[in-house]
């Protein structure tokens, strides 16, 4: 049986067509995350008015819906997947964030570890299981550090 590569990886148009850069370079910047199970989670950041986009998604499951966070939000669902962790298979409280895209992060252990990230603006959950956390994790500090050079070159160009 063929094993599935664990981390895939597709490449934004603009490092493709190393002419077509644009004014923000490398963005948007689009990662997929697979699990040995076939679990797939997409991490994407982008500009936006407000500095940084980061889109989570899972492909493999278009009913599962999709998260749309600021760099803010993005910073608290990396610590919140530590902490949930470092939990696991104890309990701890939920996070809620305001803003342009209020979200509220919760663990839920039954019947399988999962963080839930739950959005006003959109109709259902969206759950990041357990056997992705430390993929999920290592993508958004990634994200993270480029969501604060969008938001950097925003502030350099208002000023």
């Known amino acids: 049986m063929k094993r599935r590569q664990s981390l895939r990886f597709r490449a934004s148009a603009s490092i493709m067509n190393p002419g077509r850069e644009g004014v923000n370079g490398l963005f948007p910047r689009v990662r997929e995350i697979a699990d040995a199970f076939g679990a797939v989670v997409r991490v994407s950041v982008e500009p936006h008015p407000g500095g940084a986009l980061v889109v989570i998604d899972r492909p493999d499951s278009p009913r599962a819906g999709k998260v749309m966070l600021d760099a803010y939000g993005a910073d608290i669902l990396l610590g919140y997947i ?75 160009r208002v000023h």
């Open 82 to 156: 530590m902490s949930a962790r470092l939990a696991v298979p104890g309990e701890m409280p939920e996070e809620e964030i305001g803003g342009a895209f209020p979200t509220r992060f919760q663990l839920e252990n039954e019947p399988a570890s999962a963080v839930i990230i739950d959005q006003l603006h959109q109709p259902r959950p969206f759950h990041i299981p357990a056997p992705l956390w430390d993929r999920v994790y290592a993508e958004l500090c990634l994200v993270c550090a480029h969501a604060r050079e969008l938001e950097r070159r925003r502030a350099a």
